[in-house]
Structures are given as structure tokens and as C-alpha cells.
């Protein structure tokens, strides 16, 4: 692709070299005509005395001195046979120029003579350069489109505009930029092509705002604008209409209207997809923005005939408006489904014209050598060109990953320190903070991510085999691309690692307790086996209970999930045997909805009750203790009371009370303990989740 618009540039800029060619030969003169009040003066050189001109002398025939022979563009005249008589006068004055027989002639009969010099590039005008460049630029932003696209019918069509406009743009900058004389074969020749290419933009325009930016062809609509282009044709070059005005500048007012037509139906069609409508919508504006001004300054005062014509090469200029305009719609809005690497041989090529551009304005306005003009230019173009092409770049692409890097700053560190779990509700958050779509829905579609209606949706697939389809990015702002694809891979990668870290970090802690509970039954468990068959009387209830509490703890880390019913009944099982043994009566009560704990919950639960049951047993006046265990889908709630004699109201900060305190936030739950009117109270809330036998 760089070799291809490499040897396109090599062709356009040998054009650019060939069209300041043609300009240099014309011929410049010793002197000045200037027009004042429709009257030619002449002022020669180098004593600037301005000389009223009746005729010009061609050899040895007269041409009046009139203001049509200085006109810039021949169009605007009233008849077919004016702009024939204009060019009949120019042909015969520069052939008198030609063989040195041409002079001014003023009122007193004085004659003073003309006499034709090489022209320099220091002697184009700046309106020369200005239609070059403009028709230079135009060129080369229809051949980067060209290039990298598919060839559809808009591509086409508005390529073909581009060529219309560097026909028009180019034969008009020699023409109307000429020290007056012109041979009249080069001027017809030149106005002929400028015809050509002005009605070849309008009617490929056209055919562009029928097909833009619904690309179905439309038979009839390209039939009739080809029908208006050959009518056309026929009446301007047969002259068949009494002047250009009606033979070409009206049909190209048809030819315009009708494809604003198009643009209409368009905008209609586009009324349910906002991505086509925004993007119809800053064409129109650019289109309108660069044919407006040549629009009401040329062709209307000429269809009327109620002013005269603006000057026809800041018209010209104007159009590039409308080529700037497209060239911010295909870096925004991704016009025409041109990708970012082709925004990037804009930024090689353009360098290279800044280099160009520079080294040529020094050597002809500053009068420098080649050598140093040259290092000015380089530091001329490293210095402004390139931060300002920074800055661009930054501003037109790094604004995307602006939502992404701010939301990786500011959640990845939570998701790090969080528990691992990733739900679709996480991820659904995470694309709507990155995109900023205008809508999303959950579908369950499809199976991979991919982009969809030319880039107004993108489908994610999610785990759990749903699908988030996104719509409108940044607002409605801009489309889906290919580097929105590579944004999701990276979040839901992100989402993915995160997920395999607590996996594999579960599975550690898992192998571990494993191993440690293996250790303990194999080595602390045969030590108090040992230590009961040689223990009596209260010492071997003690260790009864230590075997009783490391059977519990051995079983609690080995199972992962534990129904709360099978819980309870465990936990009743064990605060009856230790009330038994003190003789203190047991009031259980219990009402459960099946729930399943986790083994963590399992044990700290169960930790809890033990603690609370031995600090209600170790105080000698303990008569009775009452335990509560109630359940729901959502939470499991532990309530231990005992009576007790205790005066005072408040509660001591001893360390097992500390314990089920920190006991229950590990468990994402809270505990209240409480000593009043003779009674304490625990009371613990810990959230659980609603089991699946139940």
C-alpha cells in the first residue's frame, strides 16, 4: 500500500510539476495594465507612468482596449460569439507579441511597445498557488481515500469529484492568473476543460448524495443524471443555448438541486440509524460549506444577471472546504471504513509536503540557496509541523482510550484486592464505562465478539453464555472499530486473570489445609487419643472435648459446603453434651430454612457457639442457657443467652469476646453482645446463600 500511494504522490506531484511549467511559459510584458473605471491603463517600466490605452497595435491591424481582455473567466460573457470574439483577440495579440509587433496605442496617438518576457517562478501571482495547492490537496486526499477503500459507488463517485475539481481548479489557475496575454488556442482549450471538469464535479455530486450513505445503486437515478450530463455537453460545446449561462451554468444548478434531492431521500432513509445520519450530516455541512460560496458568487449573479461575478478563484478556493470537511469525517467517524494506518501515511505524506512546501517559499520569496533554505525548513518543519501533528493525532485518536485508561485506574486495584468473584453485572459496568454507549441489552445470540451494522453495534460475549450488545459509542459520537474488539479482549482478559489468580489462590489455601489436616489427625490426634486412655475422672472429660473440637475442626475444613439443618443439629448435639456435663439445662431452639454454609461459615459459627457456651459455664451461678438458630434465604441469625448475677450493665472487653467479634466480620456479618437485667445476650447476623437441596 506505501509503494502504491507512494507512486500516485510521484504522479500528482509530476502534474503539480507540469501545470508550473505551463504557467512559467506564459509570457510576461515590460509594463503594467491595470483597469479602472472599465478603462485599461498602461504603466511601463521602469518609470510607472500610467498611459490610458485606446488600442493595441497588432502588426497592422487595431484591437480596442476593452475591459474583456482582462476578464479572468469567459464564461460569465453575455453570448457564445463574446467569449469566440474574446479568444479571436487574444490569439491575434499574442501572435503580434510573439513576433515583437505588438504596442499600446493612447489617446494622442503615441504608441509604446510591448514587449514579451520569460516569466520566473517569482512571478506567479499568489492566486496561482492558491488554486494549485488547493487542487494539489484535493488530489491527494481523493487518492488516500481511493487507495486503502472499497470500490463502491460513493468511493467512485466522490473520487471522480476530485478529478472534476483539479480539472477545473488547475485549467482556471493558468488562465485567470495570466499577465493578460494568452494564446487564444491555449485560453479556449483551457476553458473548455475548465467546463468540463466544473460540470463533472457537479454531476458526480450528484450521483455521490443519491448513494450516500445507503450505497444501493439506483438505476434510475444514474440514468437520469447521465441523460443531464450529455444534454449537457451537447448544448455547451455545440452552443446550441445563446450563452454559457443558460448552456452550462443552469444545467448545473439542475444537476445540483436534484442531488441535494438525493441527499434528502438519504436523510430520510437514515432516520433509525443515528451512526449514518451524524455522518450524512457532516458531509452535507462540508459539501454545502465548499459549494456555497461558488454557488452565490458565480453562478447566481451570472443566471440573473443582476451583479457581476466574484473573483472565480477564491470561489475555487472555497471547495476545499468541502474536501477538509470529508477529511475530518473519515478520521472521526471512520468515512468510507478507512482505517487508522491509512490516517498514517496522511501524516508521512504530509510531512514531506511541510519539507517541500518550506524549502520552495525560502528560495523564491527569501532569495536563499538551496543548502540552507533547506536546514530551515527541516527546522521549520521539526519545530511547528510535527508538535502540531502531535497534538492533532492526540486529540483526533488518544480521546478513545481515554475511557479505558481511566477505568483501569480506577478499578483495577479494587478488583485486585476484592475476592475474585467476576460477575456479568461487573463486566456489563466495565463496558459501559469504557464505551459510554447510548443503550446496551443483554441477549443471549451470539457466541464471539463481533461488530455488527457497519460499525453502530458491538456484541460481547459474556460468560455464562450471555451476549451485551452495545450500541452508539461515546453518546452517539462516533462508531465501533476494530481496536473497540481489541479493548473488550483486553477487559474481559483482565476479567479472566483476575478469576484464575482466586482460583489458583483457593486452591493453594485448599492444598495446604489439606496437608495441615492430615498432620493433625495423623500426629495430635494419636497424642490425645493416648492422653485419654490414660486420663480419669474430669481430666478425661477435657480430653474427650479437645478430640470432640479437633473432630469438628478436622471436618469443617475438609468439607467445602454444609447444609444448615446438618449444622444445627451438630451444634445442638454438642452444646447438650457440654450443659449435660455441668448440669445447666439447655432451651434449643431452632427455625430453618435450608441454606448452604460454606466451611469458613460452618466453623466460625461454630466457634462462636462454643465460646459463648464455655464463658456462660464458666460462671458458677449459670442455671440455664438458651440458644437460638434461625434462618432465611438471605442470612442466618445465632442467638446465645444465659442468666447470670453480674450487677453492672456493661460488657467487659475480654479476648473471647473479642474473638466473636472478628469471628462474625469475617464472616461479612456483625455481632451484638449485650449484659442486662441479669442476662447476657450474643446475638450474630451473618449473610448465607440459599442452598441448593432446598
Known amino acids: ?30 509594463g503594467k495594465i491595470t483597469l479602472v473605471d ?17 488600442y493595441f497595435q497588432a502588426g497592422d491591424q487595431q484591437v480596442l482596449a476593452n475591459s474583456r481582455l482582462v476578464m479572468e473567466e469567459p464564461d460569465v460573457l453575455p453570448s457564445y460569439a463574446a467569449m469566440d470574439a474574446l479568444f479571436d483577440q487574444h490569439r491575434l495579440l499574442y501572435q503580434a507579441g510573439q513576433n515583437n509587433q505588438l504596442w499600446v496605442v493612447d489617446a494622442l496617438n503615441r504608441k509604446t511597445a510591448i514587449i514579451f518576457e520569460p516569466r520566473t517562478l517569482a512571478d506567479l501571482p499568489w492566486l496561482f ?27 467512485i463517485t466522490f473520487c471522480g469529484t476530485g478529478i472534476g475539481y483539479i480539472l477545473a481548479a488547475a485549467s482556471a489557475a493558468l488562465y485567470s492568473t495570466r499577465d493578460v496575454f494568452i494564446s487564444g488556442e491555449w485560453f479556449t482549450l483551457l476553458s473548455r476543460i475548465n467546463g468540463l471538469g466544473t460540470i463533472s464535479f457537479v454531476t458526480l455530486l450528484a450521483l455521490f448524495l443519491w448513494h450516500f450513505p ?18 449537457h455537453l451537447m448544448i455547451h460545446i455545440g452552443k446550441l443555448a445563446p450563452s454559457a449561462a443558460e448552456g452550462m451554468y443552469s444545467w448545473i444548478m439542475v444537476i445540483f438541486i436534484f442531488g441535494l434531492v438525493g441527499s434528502g431521500v438519504q436523510w430520510y432513509k437514515t432516520q433509525q440509524r443515528p451512526a449514518d445520519r451524524v455522518m450524512l450530516t457532516w458531509v452535507l455541512l462540508s459539501i454545502l460549506s465548499g459549494t456555497l460560496f461558488f454557488t452565490a458568487g458565480m453562478i447566481v449573479p451570472v443566471l440573473l444577471g443582476t451583479a457581476e461575478a466574484s473573483d472565480q478563484a477564491l470561489l475555487l478556493a472555497t471547495f476545499l472546504f468541502m474536501y477538509a470537511g470529508i477529511m475530518f469525517a473519515v478520521i472521526r467517524f471512520r468515512l468510507f471504513e478507512i482505517q487508522r494506518w491509512s490516517m498514517e501515511i496522511w501524516s508521512w505524506l504530509l510531512g514531506g509536503i511541510a519539507v517541500l512546501a518550506c524549502d520552495f517559499l525560502l528560495i523564491s520569496i527569501l532569495s536563499l ?102 450500541q452508539h459509542p461515546n453518546k452517539g459520537r462516533r462508531i465501533f472499530n476494530r481496536h473497540d474488539i481489541e479493548s473488550v479482549n483486553l477487559i474481559l482478559a483482565l476479567y479472566s486473570l483476575i478469576t484464575d489468580i482466586e482460583s489458583a489462590k483457593q486452591e493453594g489455601i485448599m492444598t ?53 439443618t446438618i449444622a444445627a443439629k451438630h451444634w445442638r448435639q454438642l452444646a447438650q453434651s457440654r450443659c449435660d456435663e455441668c448440669g445447666i439445662r439447655l432451651h434449643w431452639h ?70 466473636i467479634h472478628e469471628r462474625a466480620g469475617i464472616l461479612r456479618g456483625r455481632a451484638q453482645v449485650s449484659h442486662k437485667a441479669g442476662i447476657w445476650r450474643v446475638c450474630v447476623d451473618v449473610p448465607v446463600l440459599p442452598s441448593p437441596l432446598s
Open 1 to 30: 500500500m506505501y509503494r502504491a500511494v507512494a507512486i500516485g504522490v510521484a504522479i500528482l506531484f509530476a502534474l503539480f510539476t507540469a501545470l508550473i511549467y505551463s504557467a512559467v511559459n506564459l509570457p510576461k510584458f515590460n
Open 38 to 54: 472599465d478603462q485599461l491603463n498602461f504603466q511601463s517600466h521602469p518609470s510607472n507612468d500610467s498611459i490610458p490605452i485606446l
Open 129 to 155: 498557488w492558491l488554486q494549485a495547492l488547493c487542487a494539489l490537496s484535493a488530489a491527494i486526499l481523493c487518492l488516500l481515500v481511493w487507495l486503502p477503500s472499497q470500490k463502491t459507488l460513493s468511493i
Open 214 to 231: 445507503n450505497q444501493k445503486p439506483r438505476k434510475w437515478v444514474i440514468a437520469s443524471i447521465v441523460v443531464m450530463f450529455i444534454s
Open 369 to 470: 540557496n538551496a543548502t540552507n533554505s533547506l536546514a530551515i525548513s527541516l527546522a521549520m518543519v521539526g519545530w511547528f509541523y510535527f508538535p502540531v501533528r502531535q497534538w492533532v493525532w492526540n486529540r483526533l485518536f488518544r480521546r478513545r482510550q481515554e475511557g479505558l485508561d481511566h477505568w483501569l485506574s480506577e478499578t483495577l486495584s479494587q478488583l485486585l484486592k476484592g475476592d475474585g468473584k467476576v460477575s456479568n453485572v461487573q463486566l456489563i459496568n466495565a463496558m459501559e464505562a469504557v464505551f459510554q454507549p447510548l443503550s446496551y441489552t443483554l441477549e443471549h445470540t451470539l457466541s464471539d465478539t463481533r461488530l455488527s451494522s457497519n460499525g453502530e453495534q458491538l456484541w460481547v460475549a459474556l460468560p455464562e453464555g450471555q451476549t451485551l450488545l452495545l
Open 512 to 564: 495446604e489445609r489439606h496437608r495441615i489436616r492430615r498432620d493433625l489427625h495423623d500426629d495430635l490426634g494419636a497424642k490425645l487419643l493416648r492422653l485419654l486412655h490414660q486420663s480419669s475422672g474430669e481430666s478425661r472429660t477435657l480430653v474427650r472435648e479437645a478430640i470432640q473440637d479437633l473432630r469438628s475442626l478436622l471436618n469443617g475444613r475438609h468439607h467445602l459446603e454444609i447444609n444448615s
Open 590 to 659: 431452632d427455625v430453618l430454612t435450608p441454606v448452604s454454609l460454606e466451611s469458613d461459615q460452618n466453623e466460625h459459627l461454630g466457634q462462636i457457639l462454643q465460646e459463648c457456651l464455655s464463658n456462660a459455664l464458666r460462671h458458677p451461678t449459670t442455671q440455664w442457657i438458651k440458644v437460638q438458630v434461625m434462618s432465611s434465604p438471605t442470612g442466618l441469625n445465632l442467638t446465645i443467652e444465659n442468666n447470670c448475677q453480674e450487677l453492672s450493665s456493661v460488657v467487659p472487653s475480654g479476648f473471647g469476646i473479642a474473638n
